[in-house]
């Protein structure tokens, strides 16, 4: 390819660090299937990185629920 050239050091590390970042445990998954084209690949590890981030926000709303823990009465004994 007339246009292709190898990646700058600077590039390179840019590019890992972004990875890295978006790829905190280090194990690469994606929701396309096997022997999908590249594409679809990295458009599956954006939407597994995705899937991940809402999983970890539910556990941490899951953890510090927003609703103090409250005693629930019935109507006719509330401010008894």
Same mark, same amino acid.
Request: aromatic fraction near 2%.
């Given at each position: ?30 929701? /396309?299937? &096997?022997? @999908?084209?590249?594409? =679809? !690949?990295? #458009? ?6 995705? /899937?991940? &981030?809402? @999983?970890?926000?539910? =556990? !941490?709303? #899951? ?18």
């Amino acid at each position: 390819m007339e246009k292709e050239r190898q990646l700058t050091e600077q590039e390179e590390a840019r590019l890992d660090a972004e990875y890295r970042a978006m790829n905190s445990h280090g194990i690469n998954t994606t929701t /396309a299937p &096997e022997g @999908a084209p590249l594409e =679809e !690949v990295q #458009e599956g590890m954006k939407e597994a990185q995705a /899937a991940r &981030e809402v @999983a970890m926000e539910d =556990e !941490v709303l #899951e953890d510090h629920p927003s609703v103090p823990n409250t005693t629930v009465q019935p109507a006719d004994r509330v401010g008894n």
